[in-house]
Structure formats: structure tokens, C-alpha cells
């Protein structure tokens, strides 16, 4: 089985009493210890004008019940403001990913994952680890 | 102003045919223009816990709506079979099992929060009280404009709700949580005093509620809400990186 290594680090040296962590993980199915074997491949989005609702996610392709992983990241250059708004199933707002945001949250396969482009000209990018 | 890194790698040797190397490192700035860097946090903290119940671990209302908040959970636990429910108020999220974590930005959307006016009437005399929240109010001057005053002056003092002055002499009292089901008023009759607020008067004043906004069940707030998956300890690490 395929061997999946995230890695996530966390620098606040600058914050009073703060510091640095480095936390890996290998991505495996759920409840087991048998490594996730199916990847969507990072995606790469132009989106030329302001759009709603983008799937990222359709919750129905996929199994349920499941270990995946979702990574996002709002890779538009040369902005203050242009966000990205990440939402689950109906319409519930998750956040704002602005320009080199990034996120990599659980998905069991059962809650959609959309985004909404806030400006035109706006570029993301994304990849599902599932299970099926 | 400080500077928060936060960043991502996904390796794989096998994954795919040509492997996969993904590194996205990242500072974590403020909302809108101008972007400065964020700067408050929760610091890394851990929360043990030994039952199934769910538990919110960011109420939205302690936190300014749409900014650029990002929250970190990590599951500490070594047992594959074990995970935390991670919901944003009634949805799910996802799971996070034994090792995982998550990185996500939180628009801390507020929600409805419960509230209901009071108003005192006919004639109130000093020595009056107003009891609500566990919090007594007795008036040491004889009208009801100045009990109104006394309660607002005492606002600090409900944990659970805020007063304000709506008029001379009404009372607004909110709610200070819009999923705080546990302590919502309870009104056995319109034009009542109730169970959850109790008036003692010398005279023949009065202290009538009336709802401005009912209680919701799913207030829409999206709090960060946790559930265990098993009742022996368990152990999720979190940290919020926020701006005011």
C-alpha cells in the first residue's frame, strides 16, 4: 500500500511563550492502518470572474464513511483581498482562504466542499486524498 | 508585528507513478487590505476527555466574523480506530483519526442569539428586586426608571446574558451565546413574571416579559464543535490563530 506523509509546521516564535511545531502523518484509511490509496491530483483553477459555488468536492463520488483529506490553497498572486470563501454541504461558511492560504481538512466522503471566488482573475488550487 | 508561519507538505514515493512532492509554506496575515500579519492565538493547547458528548471548542460569538482565523486539531491518539467529529455547528466535517490533523480558516460566523425585553411598570418602591441569571438587583430608589438603571449598571454581572436600556423603562436583554440552550428564558404566560425572572415589589409594580427572538436550536453560529468517538480519555490538540 501506498505510504502518504503529511507534514505540518507551525512557527509563533515571535508571540511571548510561543514557538515552533512540526506534526506528521501518515494518511490511512479509516480505522486502520492500511495507507490511502487514491488521489485526485492537484488541480489547478483559473477562474476568470467572480464565481459561487465551485465544486471542489461532490460528496456523492465518493464512498462514505471514509479517511479523506481535502487541501486547498488560494494560490492568486498580487492581491490584498481576493479570497477565496470555502463552504461545506449547503451553503455553510468554513472560511476565507486569501492569497497563499492554505487548508487540508477530514472529509468522510458525505459533505460537499465548495468555494466561491470573491474577484475576477483569481487562481487556486486542489487535491482530494479518498479512499473511493 | 509578529510573524505566524504555517506550512504544509504531502509527500508520497508510491502514490502515484511519479510520486508526489507538494510543499506550501505560507504566513499567516489578516484579512483585507493591506495584509498584516495575524496576530493573537489561543496558543497550543490540549483537552482530554473521557465521555461521547460533544463539546464546542471555539464558540463563533467570542470571535470577529469573516476574518482570516485558521484552526489547528490534531488527534494525539496512537489507537487507528479512534477519531474525533469535527463540526462546523450541525454539519460535519469530517473525521480525524489517530495522528491526524487539520488546518482550516474559520469565518466565525455569528448566530441568533435569544432576546426579550423587560418592562416595569405601576409603582415601584425602594427595596424592590429583579432576580434573573442568579444575579438580585434591589433598587434603592422609588421608581421604575431607576430599577431599569440598577440592572443596566449590573450588566457585567449576568453570565449568561447582557442588559441594556431600551427605553426609560424597558430592559433588552440578549443573549451573550446563540447556541446557549441551557439557560434560555422560560415564560409561562405573556404578561407574566416567569420562572427565570422573579420580581418581589412592595407596592403593585410590575416586571412584564416579552420575546423579541426566540431560541434556535441550530442558531447558524458555526461554532467548532468535537465529538469523541470513545468514552475512555481522549485527547485532541488546538490552537487558534486569530485577529480581532
Do not use: C
Request: glycine share 6%.
Amino acid at each position: 500500500m501506498p505510504t502518504t506523509t503529511a507534514t505540518f509546521t507551525l512557527n509563533t516564535s515571535e508571540f511571548s511563550g510561543g514557538g515552533s511545531i512540526s506534526k506528521s502523518t501518515t494518511l490511512r484509511k479509516a480505522g486502520t492502518a492500511t495507507g490511502i490509496d487514491q488521489f485526485t491530483g492537484i488541480s489547478r483553477v483559473y477562474q476568470a470572474t467572480v464565481a459561487a459555488n465551485l465544486s471542489v468536492m461532490a460528496a456523492g463520488s465518493y464512498a462514505n464513511a471514509q479517511a479523506g483529506k481535502v487541501y486547498i490553497k488560494n494560490t492568486t498572486p498580487d492581491s490584498n483581498t481576493a479570497y477565496l470563501l470555502v463552504e461545506m454541504a449547503s451553503d455553510v461558511i468554513l472560511g476565507r482562504l486569501y492569497p497563499g492560504d492554505w487548508m487540508f481538512v477530514p472529509n468522510d466522503g458525505e459533505t460537499d466542499v465548495k468555494v466561491s471566488t470573491s474577484a475576477a482573475n483569481m487562481y487556486y488550487e486542489f487535491g482530494i486524498f479518498h479512499e473511493g | 508585528m509578529a510573524t505566524v508561519t504555517a506550512g504544509l507538505t504531502l509527500s508520497s514515493e508510491d502514490l502515484t507513478s511519479n510520486g508526489l512532492v507538494l510543499s506550501t509554506p505560507g504566513n499567516l496575515k489578516k484579512a483585507g487590505f493591506k495584509r498584516t500579519n495575524l496576530d493573537n492565538t489561543t496558543g497550543i493547547a490540549r483537552k482530554s476527555t473521557t465521555s461521547l458528548n460533544q463539546y464546542t471548542l471555539f464558540h463563533a460569538d467570542e470571535f470577529t466574523a469573516d476574518k482570516a482565523h485558521k484552526v489547528y486539531l490534531k488527534n494525539t491518539s496512537n489507537v487507528a480506530s479512534e477519531f474525533f467529529t469535527v463540526s462546523l455547528d450541525e454539519e460535519v466535517m469530517g473525521k480525524l483519526y489517530a495522528g491526524d490533523f487539520a488546518f482550516f480558516p474559520w469565518s466565525a460566523t455569528d448566530g441568533v442569539k435569544q432576546s426579550f425585553t423587560l418592562t416595569l411598570a405601576l409603582t415601584w418602591a425602594a427595596g424592590d428586586k429583579v432576580v434573573f441569571d442568579g444575579v438580585t438587583v434591589t433598587t434603592a430608589t422609588a421608581t421604575t426608571t431607576a430599577m431599569v438603571d440598577d440592572i443596566v449598571a449590573q450588566a457585567d454581572q449576568y453570565p449568561n446574558w447582557i442588559p441594556t436600556e431600551a427605553s426609560e423603562h424597558v430592559v433588552l436583554f440578549t443573549a451573550r451565546s446563540s447556541n446557549n440552550l441551557e439557560n434560555i428564558l422560560e415564560i409561562e404566560s405573556t404578561g407574566a413574571t416567569t420562572a427565570s425572572v422573579v420580581s418581589t415589589t412592595a407596592g403593585n409594580g410590575t416586571a412584564i416579559i416579552a420575546v423579541v427572538q426566540e431560541p434556535e436550536a441550530n442558531s447558524t453560529a458555526n461554532d467548532i464543535k468535537i465529538t469523541p468517538s470513545v468514552a475512555t480519555t481522549m485527547t485532541l490538540e488546538h490552537a487558534l490563530l486569530y485577529e480581532l
